[in-house]
C-alpha cells in the first residue's frame, strides 16, 4: 500500500500528516499518544514524507540518509516511549541492510513503506494476542467469577495502538466473551486521555464502562471493589518497573493495600532489558499550561509553581504480572533486597531461542495455591527452570504431588534434563485445614534459612533455584533416589555409615556460625531481629510442643485405650509441667543462634554416603539444644520402635549408637571451630576474659555440659509431643498391633519424663546411652524381640 497522507482519528475530528515535521509535532504535542501508536505514526509519518518527496530523490544513498536523518529528528519527539525508539532502530536497520541491494531510490522508498507498514500490522496481531493472555490471566485468578470488573488508566485502546489496544485490547477481550461485567475509566487529568479517550472507545463500542475520576479508584476499591487493575506502559525496564502515564503509581499502591491483581499489558516492543531499573527512565515534564489552564482558559493564579511529570514509575514490586503477546512475565525474588522482581531480559531471550511464545500462566496478587496443572505453566517462565528441565515444551514436563503431610504441598516436576522441587507453603495447617490459620510468610525464612545453610555446608543442604514470596513458592534442587527419608531408613533397616558425621557437621557449622561466638553483638542483634518474625511458626511450635499435649486438648491423640492411663499421669505430674514450662521459656527467650526448628528424622534426606537436610521453614533464633534435641528425640523414637519392625537388635543398638556419635563428633567439631581464631571472633566468651588455654577449657566445659541438659530436655518435649500430640511419627503409626505399639510408647514416654526432668543429672551422652539401653531391655523381654 502507498500512502499519500496519514489520517488519525481524535474523537471524531482527524489529524492529516503530510510531512516527517507533522509527526513529530503531533506526538510532542501528544495530539497522538500512548507508546504503541508513537512508534507507528513515527513510521508511517516519515513514509508518507519520503513518498511525497520521492522525485527529488537522485540516488539510493541519498534515500538512505534522508531517512536516517529524519529517524534521527523523530527520537526527540517524546524520551519515554521505549516503541517509538525500538521502530526507529528497526527501521534503520532495515535501511541500512536493503541499501546495497536497491536498484533505486524508489525501491528502497517502498521497502521502507513496507516496513512501516509491518510496524502497525504486527502491533495489532501483537495486541489481539495480548489481549487473549490477559483475558485467560483474569480467568484463571478468578475462576469462581462469570463477569469481570477492571478499573484502568489512561486510554490503551485502538487510539493509543495500532489497533484493539493493551490494557483495553485486554477489557475488550473480556468483552468478547461475555465475560465483563463492568470497566472503570479514570480521568487521567491533566491531559484527560481518559475521560476524552477511553470513554469515546467504550461508547463506540458499546462496552460496559463507567467513567471517575482520578480521586475515586481508592473509594472504588473500597466500596464497589474490582477484581483487578490493569494498565498499559510506556517503557517496562530489565526489573520489570514500568513508566506510565501519571498516577498509575498511585493505583499500584491502593491495588496492594485492597489486595487486587495489579496487571501490566504491554507488548514486547515496550520491554527495555537495556535499563537496569525505573531509576535510568527519563521522565518527560509537561508544560505547566497543561495544568494552570482548562479549555484555552487559565484557572490557577498567575506566579504558581507548576510540576507537570507526563509518567510516574511503578516498582515491580508492586505489579502482579506483566501481560504480552508472547505470554505472561512473572515475579521472583531478589535474592540481595528480598523485592519481587521481573526478569524481562531472561524473557525476551527465551523468545529469542523459542519459535514459540510462552504460555499464560495464571498469576494472582498475593497468594493462590498452585496446581499440578498451573506448576509446569509456572516454571516454564522461569529462565534457570527451562534450562534445569532442557526444554520449554509443556508436555515434556511430568508434575508429582509429594505433601509432606502436614503443612505444605511438594510438587516434583521431571523434564527431559533435570528435574526440581516445588514447594508451596498455605495460609493454614495442611493437616487441621483452614480453621487453623497459618501465614505464608514463613516460606521466606525456609527460604532464607535454606539459603544460609547452604552456604554454611552446601555439601549437605539443597541448592535452591527460584523464590516467589507472594505466592510463597520455592523451586530447589531434587535430591536423586536413591535417597529416602531418614525415617523411613531407620524403619526399613537401612545401614548409614556417614550418618552421623553428616548430621554432626551440619549441627555444628549451622549453629557456631550463627552464634554470638563468630559474630559481633551488633550483627548478631540485626539479625535476631530479622528472625523474630517468623513468630507463626515459634508459635505453633510452643503450642503442639510445650503446652497441648500437658492439657485436655483436641489436638491430642494417643493409642487408645491402652496409653489413657498414661496420658493422665502425665498431664497430673506438676514435676513434668514444671520443667516443660522452663524449656518452653528457654525456647521463647533464648536466641543462641539460628537454629533448623524441625530437625527430626522427616528432616533428612539420605542413602549411603549421603545426606540432606531440608524443611528448614521453622527457622529462629533460639536454643542450640532445641535442634539437637530434635534429633536426639527422634532417633530415640526409632530405636525404641525397633522392637516392633524386626530390624534385629544390632540394628537397633546401631541406631542408638549413633546418638552417642552424633552428640561426640558435634562436640569435636564445634569446639573446633571456638578455638580458631579465625573463626572466634565474636562478643560471647571473648577471648580476652579466657586468655590461658586451662580458662577456656573451663568455659567451654561449662558451655558444653549445659548445652546437653539443654538437648536431652527438649528431646524428651520432642518425644512426648509425637506420642500425645496432634502430629505423630510413622516409626511408632506403623507398628499396627496397637498393644505393641503402646508398650513401645509406654517406654518412650518413660524414657522422655526423664530427660526433661533430670536431664541435667547425665554428665555425659555414654550415661544417656546406658540408661536408654537398661530400660530397653525389659521392652525387648516383654515383647520376646
Not at 508398650?743 to 551422652?765: H, M, Q, W, Y
Request: with cysteine.
Amino acid at each position: 500500500m502507498v500512502l499519500d497522507q496519514l489520517k488519525l482519528p481524535m474523537s471524531k475530528e482527524y489529524i492529516g500528516i503530510q510531512t516527517v515535521e507533522d509527526a513529530w509535532r503531533v506526538i510532542k504535542d501528544m495530539n497522538v499518544r500512548g507508546a504503541p501508536l508513537i512508534a507507528v505514526i513515527a513510521a508511517l509519518g516519515l513514509t508518507v514524507d519520503a513518498l511525497s518527496k520521492k522525485e527529488t530523490f537522485d540516488s539510493v544513498e541519498a534515500v538512505k540518509l534522508y531517512l536516517i536523518e529524519k529517524m534521527v529528528y523523530l527520537r526527540t519527539s517524546r524520551p519515554t516511549a521505549v516503541n517509538l525508539f525500538k521502530a526507529m532502530d528497526q527501521l534503520e536497520a532495515g535501511v541500512n541492510r536493503f541499501a546495497p541491494e536497491a536498484k533505486s531510490a524508489t525501491e528502497l522508498l517502498e521497502a521502507f513503506a513496507c516496513g512501516a507498514e509491518s510496524i502497525m500490522e504486527e502491533d495489532l496481531a501483537a495486541n489481539r494476542e495480548l489481549g487473549k493472555h490477559g483475558a485467560s490471566l483474569i480467568h484463571a485468578q478468578n475462576p469462581e467469577k462469570k463477569t469481570i470488573k477492571v478499573l484502568t488508566i489512561c486510554n490503551t485502546g485502538s487510539l493509543a495502538t495500532g489497533g484493539y489496544g493493551t490494557a483495553l485490547g485486554i477489557v475488550r477481550s473480556l468483552h468478547e466473551s461475555s465475560s465483563l461485567e463492568q470497566v472503570y475509566a479514570c480521568e487521567t487529568r491533566p491531559y484527560n486521555q481518559g475521560t476524552r479517550l477511553t470513554a469515546y472507545e467504550l461508547v463506540e463500542d458499546r462496552i460496559p464502562g463507567t467513567l471517575i475520576c482520578d480521586s475515586m479508584a481508592s473509594f472504588l476499591m473500597q466500596t464497589k471493589g474490582v477484581d483487578c487493575v490493569v494498565v498499559g506502559a510506556d517503557r517496562v525496564v530489565a526489573n520489570g518497573d514500568t513508566a506510565n502515564k501519571i498516577g498509575t503509581y498511585q493505583l499500584a499502591v491502593v491495588a496492594k493495600y485492597h489486595n487486587v491483581p495489579f496487571i501490566v499489558a504491554a507488548p514486547t516492543s515496550s520491554l527495555d532489558p537495556t535499563k537496569k531499573t525505573g531509576a535510568e527512565i527519563e521522565i518527560e515534564e509537561r508544560p505547566a499550561s497543561e495544568i494552570t489552564h482548562l479549555q484555552g482558559h487559565q484557572i490557577a493564579p498567575e506566579g504558581i509553581t507548576v510540576w507537570n511529570p507526563a509518567f510516574d514509575v511503578t516498582p515491580g514490586a508492586l505489579i502482579t504480572a506483566i501481560v504480552t503477546e508472547k505470554g505472561v512475565i512473572y515475579p521472583c525474588q531478589c535474592t540481595e533486597t528480598g523485592a519481587n522482581v521481573f526478569d524481562v531480559a531472561g524473557f525476551l531471550e527465551h523468545l529469542a531461542d523459542s519459535s514459540i511464545g510462552l504460555p499464560s500462566v495464571p498469576l494472582k496478587y498475593g497468594f493462590y495455591q498452585l496446581t499440578t496443572q498451573t506448576v509446569p505453566h509456572y516454571l516454564l517462565s522461569i529462565p534457570r527452570c527451562r534450562d534445569l528441565f532442557g526444554t520449554d515444551k509443556l508436555d515434556e514436563l511430568t508434575v508429582q504431588e509429594m505433601g509432606d503431610g502436614n503443612l505444605n504441598y511438594i510438587y516434583v516436576v521431571r523434564g527431559p534434563g533435570g528435574a526440581a522441587v516445588v514447594k508451596q507453603a498455605l495460609p493454614y495447617v495442611r493437616c487441621v485445614g483452614e480453621s487453623w490459620p497459618l501465614s505464608v510468610s514463613r516460606s521466606f525464612f525456609e527460604y532464607e534459612a535454606l539459603k544460609l545453610q547452604h552456604q554454611l555446608v552446601p555439601e549437605l543442604v539443597p541448592e535452591v533455584f527460584h523464590f516467589n514470596r507472594d505466592l510463597a513458592v520455592i523451586v530447589m534442587q531434587f535430591i536423586e533416589p536413591p535417597h529416602i527419608m531418614l525415617r523411613k531408613a531407620l524403619i526399613e533397616g537401612l545401614q548409614l555409615p556417614a550418618l552421623s558425621d553428616h548430621i554432626a557437621t551440619f549441627l555444628a557449622k549451622t549453629l557456631f556460625f550463627t552464634s554470638s561466638l563468630h559474630l559481633t553483638g551488633p550483627e548478631k542483634r540485626v539479625k535476631v531481629a530479622k528472625w523474630l518474625e517468623n513468630h507463626g511458626l515459634c508459635a505453633l511450635s510452643e503450642r503442639v510442643i510445650f503446652t497441648e499435649p500437658y492439657i485436655t486438648h483436641q489436638n491430642n491423640r494417643w493409642t487408645s485405650p491402652q496409653l489413657d492411663a498414661d496420658v493422665s499421669k502425665i498431664q497430673d505430674d506438676r514435676d513434668l509441667k514444671l520443667a516443660i514450662s522452663r524449656l518452653k521459656e528457654l525456647f521463647q527467650h533464648s536466641a543462641e543462634a539460628l537454629i533448623h526448628g524441625d530437625l527430626h528424622t522427616g528432616s533428612f534426606m539420605v542413602k549411603p554416603g549421603s545426606t540432606l537436610v531440608i524443611d528448614p521453614e521453622f527457622a529462629f533464633y533460639g536454643p542450640m539444644g532445641f535442634d539437637i534435641g530434635a534429633v536426639v528425640g527422634n532417633f530415640v523414637l526409632a530405636y525404641i520402635s525397633q522392637a516392633a519392625h524386626n530390624n534385629g537388635e544390632a540394628y537397633a543398638d546401631w541406631i542408638l549408637g549413633e546418638v552417642e556419635s552424633i552428640w561426640v563428633k558435634f562436640s569435636e567439631k564445634f569446639l573446633d571451630f571456638w578455638n580458631e581464631e579465625k573463626y572466634h571472633f565474636g562478643d560471647s566468651y571473648h577471648r580476652g576474659l579466657f586468655a590461658q588455654p586451662e580458662e577456656l577449657l573451663m568455659a567451654q566445659t561449662v558451655f558444653m555440659r549445659k548445652l546437653l541438659s539443654d538437648s536431652l530436655g527438649f528431646a524428651g518435649a520432642k518425644m512426648i509431643r509425637r506420642i500425645i500430640g496432634i502430629a505423630h511419627v510413622e516409626d511408632l503409626e506403623s507398628i499396627q498391633d496397637a498393644d505393641r505399639r503402646a508398650d513401645c510408647e509406654r517406654l518412650a514416654l518413660k524414657i522422655a519424663r526423664e530427660l526433661v526432668v533430670n536431664g541435667s543429672n547425665f554428665p555425659t551422652i555414654q550415661q544417656v546411652i546406658l540408661y536408654i539401653k537398661s530400660m530397653k531391655s525389659s521392652l525387648y523381654l516383654k515383647l520376646g524381640a
